[in-house]
């Protein structure tokens, strides 16, 4: 094959015959829907952090989300802040509980959450914050914790690009938030083709999401079935939701929690080569984790300074003709019609200046030299001109 017909996606999972295996041991066990695999799959999220914390499986970040919000009694009029620069799911889910995302600004060369832009927002009707760790680097827990006790608000972080990502030596999850959403979606860093976990260390918190995870029926269906009480005997305490993960996908799930070091590692390794490679360009290279941190790196972003040869939107139809896939994280929320109404007025220059020039490169576990070498030739040709 010559170089130039070699097709880079922009992400491939990384799945072998262990992922596979389990699954096809699931499907001829007879039990496909949230079970044995589920509750392993539970138990060995929880074993990632010290003792006393809850995993709560379900069948996507939204899921977890829309749950732990739900559970903290975000409800109809309250606020809760959101940066503009994160996918739709996190200002949704505020909505379905009839509350107001209030959106802010980033930090410029973080791209997480920023603390004045969050300060200035703060009314009497805020009840919560929900930082991201945008493309896998930690927000400044500690700062946001202090911040959020100083104002009585709670905090939900959106972890969805965050496995594993560490602030002060602790995973993502047990540090500063009062609750936690992951995704399991089929390009993030480790995959159940669609799934979530909400990891929370409130008692009260993990009990609420596990009864409206399941129809806000008082016992998960598993136990409904293996109990020695009739099936039919369970009691319905809320309306809830239809959130449960399959078997099917937490079989899967289980495989992969145990690479996500393996997987870090990989993604880490391919970015330093990218940074590297791309040292003298016009381009603006993200963030490195802050000391004491770890990056998940779950995604590659470069900004295209003013001077390049090209601009961003001519790089990524360069990229197309060129067989390279390629994304961009994200157009910000504030910009998109639904959440454009009502936000009038504020600004957020930091994330429209981002969005100018951001790209989103090809990154995944399994990416090969030779594939990362392709990319770092026609990006730096078409910027340098
Ligand atoms: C992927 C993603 C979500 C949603 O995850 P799902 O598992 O697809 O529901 C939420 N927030 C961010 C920042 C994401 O990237």
């Given at each position: 094959?010559?170089?130039?017909?070699?097709?880079?996606?922009?992400?491939?999972?990384?799945?072998?015959?262990?992922?596979?295996?389990?699954?096809?041991?699931?499907?001829?066990?007879?039990?496909?829907?949230?079970?044995?695999?589920?509750?392993?799959?539970?138990?060995?999220?929880?074993?990632?952090?010290?003792?006393?914390?809850?995993?709560?499986?379900?069948?996507?970040?939204?899921?977890?989300?829309?749950?732990?919000?739900?559970?903290?009694?975000?409800?109809?009029?309250?606020?809760?802040?959101?940066?503009?620069?994160?996918?739709?799911?996190?200002?949704?889910?505020?909505?379905?509980?009839?509350?107001?995302?209030?959106?802010?600004?980033?930090?410029?060369?973080?791209?997480?959450?920023?603390?004045?832009?969050?300060?200035?927002?703060?009314?009497?009707?805020?009840?919560?914050?929900?930082?991201?760790?945008?493309?896998?680097?930690?927000?400044?827990?500690?700062?946001?914790?202090?911040?959020?006790?100083?104002?009585?608000?709670?905090?939900?972080?959106?972890?969805?690009?965050?496995?594993?990502?560490?602030?002060?030596?602790?995973?993502?999850?047990?540090?500063?938030?009062?609750?936690?959403?992951?995704?399991?979606?089929?390009?993030?860093?480790?995959?159940?083709?669609?799934?979530?976990?909400?990891?929370?260390?409130?008692?009260?918190?993990?009990?609420?999401?596990?009864?409206?995870?399941?129809?806000?029926?008082?016992?998960?269906?598993?136990?409904?079935?293996?109990?020695?009480?009739?099936?039919?005997?369970?009691?319905?305490?809320?309306?809830?939701?239809?959130?449960?993960?399959?078997?099917?996908?937490?079989?899967?799930?289980?495989?992969?929690?145990?690479?996500?070091?393996?997987?870090?590692?990989?993604?880490?390794?391919?970015?330093?080569?990218?940074?590297?490679?791309?040292?003298?360009?016009?381009?603006?290279?993200?963030?490195?984790?802050?000391?004491?941190?770890?990056?998940?790196?779950?995604?590659f972003i470069i900004q295209i300074n003013g001077d390049a040869a090209m601009d961003r939107n001519e790089l990524v139809a360069h990229l197309k003709k060129n067989n390279i896939g390629c994304s961009v994280h994200y157009r910000p929320l504030h910009q998109m019609t639904l959440w454009s109404i009502g936000n009038g007025?504020?600004?957020?220059?930091n994330a429209d200046a981002y969005f100018e020039g951001c790209i989103s490169l090809p990154l995944f576990m399994d990416m090969s030299d030779t594939e990362q070498d392709r990319v770092i030739d026609v990006v730096s040709k078409a910027l340098l001109g």
């Amino acid at each position: 094959m010559i170089m130039s017909d070699l097709h880079v996606p922009f992400f491939r999972p990384s799945i072998t015959d262990d992922e596979i295996g389990e699954v096809v041991k699931c499907m001829k066990s007879g039990w496909l829907t949230t079970g044995p695999n589920a509750i392993e799959f539970e138990k060995e999220f929880e074993a990632l952090y010290d003792d006393g914390i809850h995993a709560i499986a379900v069948n996507s970040a939204t899921a977890a989300l829309h749950l732990g919000l739900e559970a903290m009694g975000i409800s109809e009029g309250d606020e809760v802040i959101v940066p503009t620069l994160t996918f739709t799911a996190t200002a949704e889910v505020v909505r379905y509980l009839g509350a107001n995302p209030i959106f802010v600004d980033i930090d410029r060369e973080t791209f997480g959450i920023d603390l004045d832009a969050i300060r200035a927002a703060i009314t009497p009707k805020t009840k919560a914050i929900m930082p991201v760790h945008f493309a896998g680097r930690a927000c400044d827990m500690t700062a946001l914790r202090a911040l959020a006790d100083e104002h009585g608000l709670k905090i939900l972080d959106d972890a969805a690009h965050a496995l594993p990502t560490h602030h002060n030596g602790k995973l993502i999850g047990d540090i500063g938030a009062d609750a936690t959403a992951f995704s399991f979606y089929a390009n993030k860093t480790m995959t159940t083709g669609e799934g979530g976990m909400l990891v929370t260390r409130n008692a009260d918190i993990a009990a609420r999401a596990r009864v409206m995870r399941m129809h806000g029926i008082d016992r998960d269906v598993f136990n409904r079935f293996t109990d020695t009480k009739a099936s039919w005997m369970y009691d319905v305490v809320a309306p809830g939701f239809k959130y449960n993960l399959t078997d099917i996908a937490a079989a899967m799930g289980r495989v992969q929690l145990r690479k996500i070091g393996d997987f870090q590692a990989a993604r880490e390794r391919l970015v330093k080569r990218y940074k590297s490679a791309f040292a003298d360009l016009p381009v603006t290279l993200p963030a490195d984790a802050a000391d004491g941190d770890t990056h998940s790196w779950h995604l590659f972003i470069i900004q295209i300074n003013g001077d390049a040869a090209m601009d961003r939107n001519e790089l990524v139809a360069h990229l197309k003709k060129n067989n390279i896939g390629c994304s961009v994280h994200y157009r910000p929320l504030h910009q998109m019609t639904l959440w454009s109404i009502g936000n009038g007025g504020n600004k957020f220059p930091n994330a429209d200046a981002y969005f100018e020039g951001c790209i989103s490169l090809p990154l995944f576990m399994d990416m090969s030299d030779t594939e990362q070498d392709r990319v770092i030739d026609v990006v730096s040709k078409a910027l340098l001109g």
